[in-house]
């Protein structure tokens, strides 16, 4: 089994930063691509920030110049820099990855959700 762990989110000023984390636990082989979402009320889910095993990196264009998203590999572990923050970006965050469990004889990927945390603009 595989579990996602989020932490870091909560209520802050218009203007301020946040940095969310996701850590992954289980019988992980390797964690693949690594990935934020968000979901404000009565809106789609979308992909705000993403990085694959190799570090290349895409970000929301709404995002870009304010967000940063890192891993560290060798905790299994993702973090999501979050600056100049706006009432906009008001959201729960879910993070996100693509993970091979198993081992070298017998290896599966899937991709797998954490339970969501909740960012709040607001002055």
């Known amino acids: 089994q595989v579990q996602l762990v989020e932490s870091g989110g909560g209520l802050v000023e218009p203007g301020g930063s946040l940095r969310l984390s996701c850590a992954a636990s289980g019988s992980i082989f390797r964690v693949n691509a690594m990935a934020w979402y968000r979901q404000a009320p009565v809106k789609q889910r979308e992909l705000v920030a993403a990085?694959?095993?190799?570090?290349?990196?895409n970000y929301l264009d709404s995002v870009k110049g304010r967000f940063i998203i890192s891993r560290d590999n060798a905790k299994n572990t993702w973090y999501l820099r979050m600056n100049v923050l706006k009432p906009e970006d008001t959201a729960v965050y879910y993070c996100n990855a693509e993970i091979t469990i198993g081992t070298v004889n017998e290896l599966a990927t899937s991709n797998y959700w954490g339970q969501g945390t909740q960012v709040t603009v607001s002055s």
């Open positions: 990085v694959t095993y190799s570090g290349i990196t």
